[in-house]
Structure formats: structure tokens, C-alpha cells
């Protein structure tokens, strides 16, 4: 190129530069929209999984609650029965407020004689939260001598 050249700068007319000034915004806001919608999705997987854990804690909590309660039920017909050999049994309610809040426990304690065997069976059923859908039920069996 010569010296002397004149370097001249090609200008685009106004409605071109707006075309591509408009094309560009729009395909800036095509990628905002798509990075919030990979957030949005993140943050979901993120709820889900925090919610699915606080459900399982939950069961966890009551089973753990429903065998302190059977644990004191075995420990309650081993007492009575030390006490009374006519004890039966019973149905023994526990208020909300002496658990853990959530609801009511319920332990049934029932004692039979073995024949005559001076064996007793006792079994014990326990429920927690009481009358629930989600209520866990254990039961054991369990055998005194006299």
C-alpha cells in the first residue's frame, strides 16, 4: 500500500447498526432467560433433596420414639407383674406434650398365662404418632417365669 494511501472507514447506515444492536440485546436476553432457567433448576434439585431429608428425619425420629415407647411398655408389664400376679394388662396413653409434640403415644399390654405353666406371655404394642397414616406400629412378645 502506498504511502500516500488514504485509509477510509466504511460507515454502516443508522437502520443497519440498530439491527444488529437489537439482535445482539435479544441474544443477550436468550442467554440471561437460559441461565436462570439451569438456576432455577439447580435451586428445585437442591428443595427437593432438602425436603426429602427433613421426611426421612422425621420417620427416623418416630420409629426411634416408637421403641422408647415399646421399651417402656416391656419395662412397665415386668414391673406390674413383679408387683401383682394378677395383672392383665393395660392400654397406656401418652400426651403430645410429654413426647416429642407431634402427636400422642400409645402403648397396649397384654399378659396371659401359658396354660398352666407359671410362664406368662406379655406382649406389647407400641404406636407413634397415634391414628396417623404415617404411625409406626411395633410389637413384641416376650415371656416371665413366676
Not at 8 to 20: A, I, L
Not at 34 to 45: D, E, H, P, R, T
Request: with cysteine; aromatic share 4%.
Amino acid at each position: 500500500m502506498p504511502a500516500n494511501a488514504v485509509h477510509q472507514r466504511v460507515v454502516m447506515p443508522f437502520h443497519t447498526r440498530r439491527k444488529n444492536s437489537a439482535r445482539r440485546r435479544g441474544a443477550m436476553l436468550v442467554v440471561a432467560l437460559a441461565c436462570m432457567a439451569i438456576v432455577m433448576a439447580l435451586v428445585g434439585v437442591m428443595l427437593q433433596g432438602a425436603l426429602r431429608a427433613r421426611r426421612q428425619l422425621h420417620v427416623e425420629r418416630d420409629l426411634r420414639q416408637t421403641e422408647l415407647l415399646l421399651d417402656a411398655g416391656l419395662d412397665r408389664a415386668a414391673f406390674q407383674l413383679s408387683q401383682s400376679s394378677s395383672y392383665e394388662g393395660e392400654t397406656w396413653t401418652i400426651p403430645a406434650d410429654q413426647l416429642l409434640g407431634s402427636g400422642e403415644g400409645e402403648v397396649v399390654i397384654a399378659v396371659t398365662r401359658r396354660g398352666d405353666a407359671d410362664v406368662w406371655r406379655v406382649r406389647v404394642a407400641a404406636e407413634y404418632p397415634v391414628g396417623t397414616p404415617s404411625s409406626v406400629r411395633r410389637t413384641r412378645t416376650f415371656s416371665v417365669d413366676d
